[in-house]
């Protein structure tokens, strides 16, 4: 037999109308119950020795309910006996690092002996051991105005791009306001550090304010490692954070519970906002979000807050904001170099040159889009202006003393060096050069002042200014002469024939020995 369980109130107006004397009759008339349950709160409350002319409060209404309504609980089933006994087990299988599913946990029990049905186990499991029980949730409090904001790429769909001419998904960065719920969402085809940070840019200029701290899950474009407690940041937008004065605070991984009001945003924004809509470019569809986040998901009522998000933002949240930022922020790449044994260093399909002291060191380089900047640990060595692919930027002062000129094929300074060993010299040298091409003769250039280092100065200057005045202008020939006259002076000092002679011979005659004589005795 079913008894009806009476709620708070049914229960103190039957009691009310007991100490106003009615009957039980009277009683179960008026509110419309069975007398027999009318008499057994009556006699619950006779016997909780509560008098008629007591105040009826919610303790004694509450002990009137419980004499009634408490009922022992029943004696456990043989079935639920015998699952007792097994209990540091099932608990075991249950909760192991890889649990076992509840059917395979009755199999191996059959297999013991243990006769039981589904139903009874998995009641079991449930009461005794807490088996797929909800975990119990905490309310976590919004932050003060202004403080917080929590981000998120969202999945709209799929999306026509004229520029690739294909199909592709389309994502969303989201960004949503803790306190207003005030959001702006900003479409992308791209999951990339410079999409996000465009993406971002674009938000606080929505908002015209920047929070102090940004909520973010652990895509590669912001983390490099996750932990909970000490993630690895992306540099490039580590370095983004800091121009804006943003702290970033990373959710654990698969915990969408960290930044539920954006998470709880995802769904809405691509119903809402994307579903049934058609797109002709990606710029239309940036156009178009905005629209939506200021007038149609900004002015609704929302439904937690009650309040409209645009107003609330404008009244409460704003003034406690960072200012918006003017100037787009050119978002970096960092990378590893190695400097080659050429004096330069690859970034991004181009080379750029390092001072010579840092031959073979790995270094760590900051590109954007106009300077690159080489480090060494934290020491800034070297800055470049941005080139492009298959270009290169090279500083002479880079390379060891006396390779620059080489290196860089500098006509101006190999003629300046070839005048300083002799007019001659200088003046054949750009002869040499007087060319179109001057650097294919830069060679037959290098070679006339190695000559100088060898032969001397003084002869190849001879050489030069007798080669000028039958214009030969080839530095191969004057090697041969200046090797051929070196070789004959050699063979006549051999031979003796240009040995020197004293100064003051011992018998040397005069001049007058050697006059002829006239006729007449004159001189001839």
């Given at each position: 037999m079913t008894y009806r369980e009476l709620k708070m109130n049914e229960i103190r107006e039957v009691l009310r109308r007991w100490k106003a004397q009615q009957s039980k009759r009277e009683i179960a008339r008026g509110t419309g119950l069975d007398r027999k349950t009318v008499r057994r709160y009556i006699e619950a409350a006779e016997a909780q020795r509560l008098s008629r002319d007591d105040e009826l409060g919610d303790s004694e209404v509450h002990l009137v309910a419980q004499r009634v309504q408490d009922r022992p609980a029943p004696e456990p089933s043989e079935q639920r006996e015998l699952l007792l006994k097994h209990k540091d087990r099932i608990e075991r299988w249950l909760k192991a690092d890889k649990p076992l599913r509840l059917t395979k946990v009755l199999i191996l029990l059959r297999r013991q002996g243990v006769d039981t049905s589904y139903a009874t186990l998995r009641r079991f499991a449930i009461d005794e051991l807490g088996w797929r029980q909800p975990a119990a949730t905490v309310r976590v409090d919004d932050p003060e105005p202004g403080q917080q904001a929590q981000a998120d790429f969202g999945r709209m769909g799929k999306m026509y791009d004229p520029d690739t001419g294909k199909v592709r998904k389309l994502w969303a960065v989201i960004v949503t306001l803790t306190v207003s719920r005030y959001m702006f969402v900003w479409p992308t085809f791209q999951q990339t550090v410079q999409a996000l940070c465009e993406g971002l840019d674009e938000a606080w200029r929505f908002f015209d304010g920047v929070p102090y701290t940004l909520i973010?899950?652990?895509?590669?474009?912001?983390?490099?490692?996750?932990?909970?407690?000490?993630?690895?940041?992306?540099?490039?937008?580590?370095?983004?954070?800091?121009?804006?004065?943003?702290?970033?605070?990373?959710?654990?991984?698969?915990?969408?519970?960290?930044?539920?009001?954006?998470?709880?945003?995802?769904?809405?924004?691509?119903?809402?906002w994307f579903a049934g809509e058609k797109f002709l470019h990606v710029k239309e569809a940036r156009d178009n979000a905005e629209h939506w986040c200021r007038e149609i998901a900004g002015g609704r009522i929302h439904g937690t807050t009650r309040k409209v998000p645009r107003q609330f933002y404008e009244e409460v949240e704003k003034p406690h904001m960072l200012p918006a930022p003017e100037e787009r922020f050119d978002v970096p790449l960092w990378s590893d170099a190695k400097v080659h044994p050429d004096h330069h260093i690859q970034v991004q399909r181009a080379l750029y040159s390092v001072p010579h002291p840092y031959l073979g060191r790995n270094v760590r380089v900051r590109?954007?889009?106009?300077?690159?900047?080489?480090?060494?640990?934290?020491?800034?060595?070297?800055?470049h202006l941005r080139v492009g692919p298959g270009q290169r930027s090279t500083d002479p002062n880079d390379y060891p003393p006396g390779k620059a000129d080489y290196a860089l094929r500098n006509v101006d300074a190999l003629i300046e060096r070839a005048y300083k060993n002799g007019q001659n010299v200088g003046e054949y040298a750009e002869r040499l050069l007087a060319n179109p091409l001057p650097w294919i003769k830069m060679r037959q250039g290098y070679q006339l002042l190695r000559l100088c280092d060898k032969y001397g100065r003084q002869r190849?200057?001879?050489?030069?200014?007798?080669?000028?005045?039958?214009?030969?202008?080839?530095?191969?020939?004057?090697?041969?002469?200046?090797?051929?006259?070196?070789?004959t002076e050699d063979e006549a000092e051999q031979k003796g024939h240009l040995k020197k002679l004293p100064p003051n011979p011992r018998f040397a005659r005069g001049k007058d020995l050697f006059q002829t004589l006239g006729p007449q005795g004159g001189e001839r």
């Open positions: 973010f899950d652990n895509p590669k474009t912001i983390v490099i490692k996750p932990d909970a407690t000490a993630p690895k940041f992306n540099e490039s937008f580590l370095e983004y954070a800091q121009a804006r004065g943003l702290f970033v605070d990373l959710a654990r991984v698969r915990h969408p519970k960290d930044k539920p009001r954006v998470e709880n945003q995802v769904p809405f924004v691509r119903e809402n590109s954007d889009s106009r300077l690159v900047c080489v480090y060494l640990n934290t020491e800034l060595i070297k800055t190849v200057d001879a050489a030069c200014r007798r080669a000028l005045d039958f214009d030969v202008v080839d530095v191969p020939r004057i090697a041969r002469v200046l090797r051929e006259a070196l070789r």
